[in-house]
């Protein structure tokens, strides 16, 4: 069998993402052959070698699973929680290792997708590739013209620039208004932080769209797989457009 950098084999396994297997193999929680290893391209041949994460045995998946819940608010997408709150990944009755493709905040509700396809996770999360996120958003009050105009142009906030590829405005809502807005990239907790930085905080928020996959009227708590024109969509956008 052929070799592979150790990082791409944990994802590969779904272990984690592929960034986020970078940081764990840099932590030392990853052991080759019962030696801790600190380089994520050193690398290794599943089968043959013995790959350890914490403690634990990794063994490259036999199926890929490509999963899409409906996440409620009060749930964490980490697999795991020091304070003990809920965690999204246990509304998926699977036992497959999966972990979350990107992220939406405890307080947050809408589209997540769970996979143990690290390439995959990679391309829908690396913003090289683009992947368009969709949201519905209420915001305290109503924007004006030109702070639409700031949320595609750029709000800096704390050295960081933050950017909307669209933004539309729907209906208001007493006395905030309702948004939908379109991202190509992923930084966290970013409508809210742009929101807090205009003076119209974040009041609710539902991830409706990544990239070809639509929340449409799954309920929610629910999850289902996605189909093979939606996993396709994914990996080759631009065709899946053609």
Do not use: C
Not at 124 to 129: A, W
Not at 135 to 142: A, E, N, Q, R
Not at 176 to 205: Q, S
């Amino acid at each position: 069998m052929d070799a592979e950098r150790l990082s791409k084999f944990l994802s590969r396994s779904g272990v984690a993402s592929r960034r986020r297997a970078d940081e764990i193999i840099r932590e030392g929680e990853v052991t080759v052959n019962g030696t801790v290893v600190l380089d994520p391209y050193y690398r290794v041949v599943p089968g043959r070698d013995m790959i350890l994460v914490q403690g634990r045995k990794v063994q490259a998946p036999s199926h890929l699973y490509f999963i899409t819940l409906n996440k409620p608010k009060g749930f964490i997408s980490d697999l795991s929680d020091p304070r003990g709150r809920r965690l999204a990944r246990d509304l998926i009755a699977s036992e497959a290792m999966l972990f979350p493709v990107g992220r939406l905040d405890y307080t947050s509700e809408g589209l997540m997708l769970f996979t143990n396809d690290g390439d995959l996770a990679n391309r829908v999360t690396h913003p090289r590739f683009g992947v368009e996120k969709e949201y519905l958003l209420k915001v305290k009050g109503k924007l004006t013209d030109p702070e639409i105009v700031l949320f595609t142009r750029g709000i800096t906030v704390q050295g960081t620039l933050y950017r909307a590829k669209h933004i539309v405005p729907l209906k208001p809502s007493l006395q905030n208004f309702w948004y939908r807005v379109v991202l190509a990239e992923g930084k966290n907790r970013m409508l809210r932080l742009m929101g807090d930085a205009i003076g119209h905080p974040v009041l609710k928020l539902q991830r409706v769209r990544i990239g070809p996959v639509h929340l449409g009227g799954l309920a929610l708590g629910a999850s289902r797989p996605l189909t093979p024109t939606e996993i396709r969509g994914l990996v080759q956008p631009e065709q899946s457009r053609r």
